[in-house]
């Protein structure tokens, strides 16, 4: 197939921008819950639309008094948090353009971006970050003002635009029109510098309210219930963002996590309980190696297996019936089924806080099996798939027949079509307006209407994409063979004791890889097999650990012909990581840095 197109469900507003429904929801239902923050002793306290809805009008008030415009671009420089979502929404009421930067960009990076967006105003969470944009701000002088979060700007700035009446906001929020900019949101960059993408509220409005229309029912643990979510993605990045403007939209409870590490977020998601949850990958890898470490400490490893391997057999049974391929699962599976959700997978959901039983994936792939275990654990995983440039979704798994492997079939409002070289375009009122100073790039992807991606894939005959790599990733050996090596990648990563896998062998006789290592995964492993503790430099020559990273390769070459196997491969001491620039902020590998910095390495693959 080479075109699927959906239908839209919701209809895009003529008038108005994101701010309204602050006001609206809290119009028609000001009691109702809307957002959730943390007080000093750390417990969850309820706020209400009403309340956020005063708190983002006197916010608002403030930046007018403090100079910010209609059209003026903000600066926020910050971790997931409250403050953030009320500075987007007050910024939206007077018709200004937040412009997002990672909490870890490197000073060149901000100057950059501050200086291509044309910022005039910053706000910054810490004085870490206040000194990074000091360090460059003597080349910004459109920068007129500076805020810090860990210094209660938002009172400072209540009370600063005290004197102003509510109605100067509403003449600047009514201004808004929804072809109007939201934000400028920069491409984390894997080569070259980092673009501005321009996108509307229309954009932000297509996908959040379509994709509310379409997953509602997945918002809730059981029917009935209140739909709460935590975030705790970057609102840096596209799909952090599009999450919290669909639950202010979509009247979903939000709660903030600054934190993406296991350690700080599992004991969140068990006090906040969310009914479901958005996240990339990796926090599900985290959750079932952390659920796998516990089993096998306990010397459970036999039958947390066997209950792995009951959950895929069970979602893989559900999903034959969901396309009427079989009958679902039989008799002995269902009860097999039953033994182990007490045993294993109510233990799982318990980690993610009790209640989630939907959750939503994006960013990067999922392993097929890892989707199925969830599944089967009670916790349906809708994988899919976008950019930026999309706005976030174009394509996710719908509920009722999920194909886990896929990133699902077009959101309503979507057209997805594969070119004749096999690159995705997209069509649909989630593609953005283009990038900021830079119509050769804009031009080079947006095609009357069309977003051509940059990333290669397949459709299905029930219209599901498949991602299969990137066309700048294509690696051709030197014997003319072409492969992407993004599935070798993916299958290596499997194994639980690694971290990372980068797959080298452009214009070289065969293909290899560079392995990381999973420092809590190792560390577990060495205290089973009663190892002495090691550095990292000794710890890579290990035996038995290079035995076990080969069986991740060897499974990984199942999945290609001989010529596109990785024939040898290197454990390298320490992870890639963002700091060394080897990362973007996203967690995408940067292939030209890795390969540069780790030169010597490569070399040493390819010697007789």
Known sequence: MREFSVPPLATAPRVGGLADAVFDHAGSDPGRTALARKDDAGRWQDVTAAQFRDEVLALAKGLLAQGVRFGDRVGIMSRTRYEWTLFDFAL???????????????????????????VSACMVE?????????SVIDRLPQLRRLWQLDADPVTELTAAGAHLEDDVVHRHRMAVTPDATATVIYTSGTTGRPKGCVISHANFMAEADNVVQRYETVFHSRPGDEASTLLFLPLAHVFGRMVQVAAVRGRVKLGHQPELSAAALLPDLQSFRPSFILAVPYIFEKVFAAARRKAEAEGRLGPFEKAVDVAVRYAEALEHKAFGTASGPGAPLRMQHQLFDKLVYSKVREAMGGRVRHAMSGGSAMERRLGLFFAGAGVTIYEGYGLTESTAAATAN??????????GSPVPGTTVHIAEDGEIWLHGGQVFQGYLNNARATDAVLR?????????GALDEDGYLTITGRKKEILVTSGGKTLSPVVLEERVRAHPLVAQCIVVGNDRPYVAALVTLDPEAVGHWLRM?????????DLVHDPDLETEIRRAVVAANTLVSQAESIRTFRILAHQFSEEHGLLTPSLKLKRKAIEAAYATEVEALYRA
């Open 398 to 407: 719908p509920p009722e027949r999920t194909r886990f492997g896929t990133v």
């Open 92 to 118: 939206w009421s007077v018709g200004a353009q937040p412009v997002p930067l990672y909490p870890t960009s490197s000073a060149e990076q901000v100057f950059w971006m501050l200086h291509d967006a044309g």
């Open 448 to 456: 009357d209407g069309w977003l051509a991606t940059g990333d290669l």
């Open 529 to 537: 097999r009663g190892k002495p503790e090691l550095p990292p430099t």
């Open 126 to 134: 810490h004085e870490d970050h206040a000194m990074t944009v000091g």
